[in-house]
């Protein structure tokens, strides 16, 4: 009969904390706003790629036309990189930016 004392789970939850730590440092999605995407069209994108609510897609996109551009998704460099072509294969125009220290 094998016991679990806890200890191996513990170990597991360390080495997943220092492989998150180990991803690199703050980023963000910042999507500009163009003439050509209609408003259902970067929603539907926002909702299909981002896993954006529906409300949140609209308010990003919102902000996006009447500010020129909006931050729309925060995680690690690495995390957003797939996130971010996603986007640009739809047609948006993104950028992945770092967050200063």
Do not use: R
Not at 39 to 51: A, G, H, Q, R, S
Not at 52 to 79: D, M, N, R, W, Y
Not at 81 to 94: E, M, N, V
Request: aromatic share 8%; net charge negative; proline share 2%.
């Amino acid at each position: 009969m094998l016991y679990n004392n806890g200890f191996d789970e513990q170990v597991e939850e360390l080495l997943l904390e220092e492989e998150i730590t180990e991803v690199g440092k703050k980023a963000q999605i910042i999507v500009y706003n163009d003439d050509h995407n209609t408003f259902d069209w970067v929603i539907e994108c926002f909702v299909d790629v981002l896993k954006h609510s529906a409300e949140q897609a609209e308010q990003c996109s919102l902000i996006i036309h009447f500010k020129g551009k909006a931050s729309v998704k925060t995680a690690p460099k690495t995390v957003l990189k797939p996130f971010k072509d996603a986007l640009i294969d739809k047609g948006l125009s993104a950028v992945i930016e770092e967050f200063e220290d």
